[in-house]
Each structure stands twice: as C-alpha cells, then as structure tokens.
C-alpha cells in the first residue's frame, strides 16, 4: 500500500519541538507516512509578509491531511514593526495563519475533546459532602464552529460611508454611539449563517449518538445576543425533535456555564458552540484534565481537508530552553484524532493507551504535572523533558 503524505506544519516556538516528538511517536507506534513540510507562521510574516504561503495552501490542497504544531500571533502594530524593511509600507496586514487556513479550506467544524486521564496530578478536584474529596470523570467534546462569529474578520475601525450609514441605521447604535465622533468607534461582527450553524449541530448531535453521549449543550447566550446565539438555539431545538429524539438538548449560557464547569463537569457530554463561545468553553474543560498540554483539536470541512493541532501557543519562552520542557500530549493527542480521522483506529488506541499508563503510573511527569513553574531549572527538580516524555511513551508502545 502506497504511504500517505501528511503535511507538517511545525509553525512557531514550541510548535516545531511538540510536532517532531508527535511524529516519533506515530512511528513508533507502526504509522507508515511520509512528511513534507509546510511553511507558516511568524518566520514567513517577517520574511516575506505573508505567514500563510501559498506554497503551503498548495501542499494541504494536494495531500489533504496536515499535522499542525503552533504559531505567534501579535497585535497590527507589534506585527508591522516586525516586517522585513524592505516590506514595511507596502501594504503588508498581518492576520492569523491557522484562522487563514480555516476560511480558506473552509475548515468549519473544530473537535475538542477534554477526557480525564487516570492518575494525572492536575485533573480537578472538588470538596464534596462531609468534607469528602471527589475527582469527577470529565469525558466531554466541544464542537466549536470555526469560520463565522467573532472570527469572520469582519471588522471596521473609525468607520466611514456606507459602514457608518448602515450602523447609524440601526436604533440600538444611535440611542447608545450616536454621539461618539467615528474616528473613536471600532467595530467586530459577529455573522452567524444557517448552513454554517446547520453543519456544527448536526455534526455535535451524530457524535453524540455514534458515541453513546445522552446530551448535546448549546453553549451560547441566546437571551441577549438574540439574533445569532437564538437562531442557533432554535435550529438546536428544530433538529433534535425532528432527528435526534433520543439525544437530549441542553441549553447553558456561556457565562452560567463557566460557572458549571468546577460544579458538575461529569454531567456534559457534547457541547456545541460559535466560534468564540466555543474557544472559551474548549479552554474551561480543559483546564480540568490538566490544561491545555493535555488539549487537541481536530479541524475539517467538506473539502474533504483536515488539520490537526494543539489548542495551546507557541510560548516562544520556552523554545530557547536549552533543553525543552513543555509537555508533548497534546501534540501526540490531536496525532491520534488524524489517525482516527484516516481510520487508523487500533493506531490510535495503542497510542492513547500508552499515555494513559505513563500517567497513570507517574514516574514520568513534565513540569506542569509537578506544578513547577516553567523554568529551565525544572529538569534538576525531576520534570521529564519534552523528549523523555515521548521516550516514555514510546516505550509503553513496545
């Protein structure tokens, strides 16, 4: 059988170190595939003014599977100052690679699964009756709508002509801004559409009845962001009476839900979100099974394109360590959803198991499972490199 060719994207920072110790791992563990690298990030900006090359659009289009580590983002104007001279004044913008690569291949389903690990020092813990400890299982999975919302890039400041005239249109705008001179407004839209909305919750409510989930949890703020979180809800309601009976639909506020979320986390199964909304709860979850060195995504679309990475940065701090530290799984984990996405299941699984027995047997534990702080230090005080974490790895794989 001819090898498949996974396009890596190593990006910024720790993104290039995390990405090499992922692809040791699917070696090892009998993953046959050749790699070819695509170029993106904060290099490609300062060089050449585009963090997203063209060349790299080109490798994903034509092998349609990409493994992807992290990159730098900074604000418009730390960006611009970064540019190579002889691109600075010539019209150079930066914006987000990944978020590029997302509306470009119109990757509009992002998958973030935030499952406990057994043993993990860092899973959450709660006081319960009598003065008793309780660790509860966390199993949930965010499905986060990817390319509309607050993300869409659709943004104006100081606006003028017909932006400005079709703001001033609005009641809500002049009784609250009408008064605000227009070079002080700064505008971020937040576009919902109904295919878009349509696809994340079908997509939510088929994981959850393939996977024996009783609920899917709307996590929006229907009642006052009444236009675009309330279409989602009522197309939520619409699709469960009609196509998902047995699945319940639960309804939580953004806001009321990050409360829930050190309460009754065992309570949720799958969680569908827009794309902000999606992003903040995805962390959340997260943050009860260790952070986000424990968190992966999935990424995919109808192009039949998909992209697989870690939800954490590139901490470009930590990549001038002498020796790295941070914490590979999450890279090794959104590894296994692409093998899971390429039915290489029983890959996965061997992967996933050796990880769950490195944790569970804790001699092997990276700094922020020691709940050190982040200093090149660490490695004397008994974290596992970055490197020794795979190794470990590795070896529950034989």
Known sequence: MQKRTIVS?????????????????????????NYVVGDIGWEFWCKE????????????????????????????????????PELKDKGFVYSSPIVGLRQHFDLDI????????????????RRGAKNTIEEPQVDVVIFRQNTEGLYGGVEWSSPKGVVLEALRSHPKFMQNFGNVPPEEVSVSTRIFTKKATERILRAAFTHAKEFGYKSVTLCEKPNVIRETSGMMYKMAMEMQKKDFPTIELWNTNIDAQMMWLTKNPEDYGVIVAGNMFGDIISDGFAGLIGGLGFACSAQMGQSGIAVFEPTHGSAPKYADYEVSIVNP?????????MLDYINENKIAERIRKAIAEVIENGKIMTY???????KPDVIEKGAASTIQMTDAIIAKLK
Do not use: W
């Open 9 to 33: 994207m190593p990006g910024d920072g720790i993104g290039k170190t995390v990405l090499d110790q992922a692809i040791r791992v699917l070696t090892a563990a009998g993953f046959e595939a």
């Open 368 to 374: 922020d499972m020691l709940k050190l702080q982040g």
């Open 329 to 337: 799984i999450a890279m090794i984990e959104s590894a296994c959803m």
């Open 49 to 84: 003014g585009n963090p997203l090359p063209q060349r790299t659009i080109d490798l994903l289009e034509k092998h349609k599977i990409g493994l992807f580590g992290a990159i730098t983002s900074k604000p418009k104007d730390a960006a611009t100052a970064e540019l190579a």
């Open 110 to 125: 992002c998958i973030r699964p935030c499952k406990t690990y057994k043993g993990n020092p860092l899973n959450f813990i």
